[in-house]
């Protein structure tokens, strides 16, 4: 994992790779097409459910991760509108097809006590790589767009190869997957009534989140006429403090309260981080600032939610409940950065954030309430 994400360079610069004068695109156009991303994202999201819970998770991530890296060079090959959205739509459902069998895996190699810190320590390796790609990203941005299709397609190649050497799936076979699957008594991810109600509420907290990566950039550039670089070192700052204490501080909140209390607080946290950049003056240091506030959010949170999910699943159905999870996130990939782009391009930043952060506020008042429902079923 920390191979494939220090390639990740396409997604944080494709907005203003689309926008810039060599491609001229407008932002709606742009957020369009991170729109149709995360449309393809959604489809690869319920078929690596399907799939993982078929033919096992090890299998489905080989084929994604070849698959993916290919269609990055081919994305960078892409000049009509057309075939930009196309193959964008392509990547995203092979690349998103990856995740359900990723958080399956890890469920798999990990024990029911550190289950929260073994999805912190595949998030550490997911930032430590995020932090590498988005700062040798902004340089080679700054060089030449195309070299970041190329990276990241390489880095996609070489984990799969790294995967298929170095991590046998330990006694995870399609045939026991599918003995698990055609159990009667195992519940249905799509018929788990609280699980459905936080899809939603993540939903709407994950179209604020994408923001941080597609139209937050592009305000930094125009508002504050930040360089490539300078953006990309801000990316990185989110990959960095992440990998130096999240682990520390998940170790520290595992199993002293609840998943949902750690979820409300960090999702709020993010909020109240887009809403300062219309209440502080708009500086340099309030870039960073907001940024510390963004990840000490994403820190109490995203790992919490991941131990929520799967606290409701068996082998069974997990690649289910880890599809539909993943359908959220991409769902959000679609409103997001459309929806984003849409309200900047139209009404302005200053719209656009106060509209994130009252989004935002409102899924962490639904993750409270999934709160005092748990507290009321359970006493």
């Known amino acids: 994992m920390l191979v494939n994400r220090s390639g990740t360079m396409v997604i944080p610069f494709m907005t203003i790779y689309l926008t810039s004068p060599s491609m001229g695109y407008s932002i709606a156009q742009a957020g369009l097409v991170m729109g149709i991303f995360g449309m393809g994202a959604i489809c690869g999201g319920f078929l690596g459910g399907r799939l993982t819970d078929r033919f096992g998770f090890h299998r489905v991530q080989l084929v994604t991760l070849t698959g993916g890296g290919f269609l990055f060079v081919l994305l960078g090959q892409m000049k009509s509108y057309p075939l930009i959205c196309l193959c964008t739509f392509l990547l995203s459902l092979v690349n998103e097809a990856f995740r359900p ?8 190699y990990s024990k029911e006590e550190n289950r929260t810190r073994s999805y912190s320590l595949n998030r550490l390796a997911i930032n430590l790589g995020w932090a590498v790609g988005g700062a040798i990203g902004g340089v080679l941005a700054s060089i030449n767009y195309h070299l970041l299709f190329w990276v990241d397609g390489i880095t996609n190649i070489l984990a ?10 330990l006694g995870e076979n399609a045939g026991t997957h599918g003995k698990e ?10 018929l788990d009534k609280v699980y459905l109600k936080f899809i939603v509420f993540t939903i709407l907290f994950a179209s604020c989140f994408f923001q941080l990566f597609t139209m937050l950039p592009v305000f930094y550039k ?51 981080s887009f809403l300062l950049l219309n209440i502080l003056p708009l500086t340099l240091v309030l870039a960073f600032v907001c940024m510390i506030f963004v990840t000490v959010g994403e820190i109490m949170a995203m790992p919490f939610m991941n131990s929520f999910w799967i606290s409701r699943t068996s082998p069974a159905n997990r690649g289910q409940y880890a599809g539909l999870y993943t359908i959220a996130w991409s769902t959000a990939q679609v409103i997001g950065p459309a929806g984003g782009a849409q309200i900047a391009d139209h009404f302005g930043f200053r719209v656009l954030w106060w509209v994130i952060g009252g989004v935002g506020l409102t ?15 359970h006493g």
């Open 101 to 108: 069998a990723n958080s399956t895996a890890i469920a798999h």
């Open 160 to 169: 799969m190869i790294l995967l298929r050497y170095f991590l046998a799936p």
């Open 181 to 190: 699957q055609a159990r009667p008594q195992e519940r249905s991810a799509y």
């Open 222 to 272: 125009k508002a504050l006429r930040m360089p490539e670089f300078m953006i990309g070192l801000l990316m990185a700052l989110n990959g960095l403090i992440i990998t130096l204490f999240e682990m520390v501080l998940v170790f520290k909140m595992e199993g002293r309260r609840e998943n949902l209390f750690y979820i409300f607080y960090g999702v709020a946290l993010v909020a109240i």
């Open 363 to 377: 899924s962490s008042l639904g993750f409270y309430y999934l709160r005092q429902i748990k507290k009321a079923v």
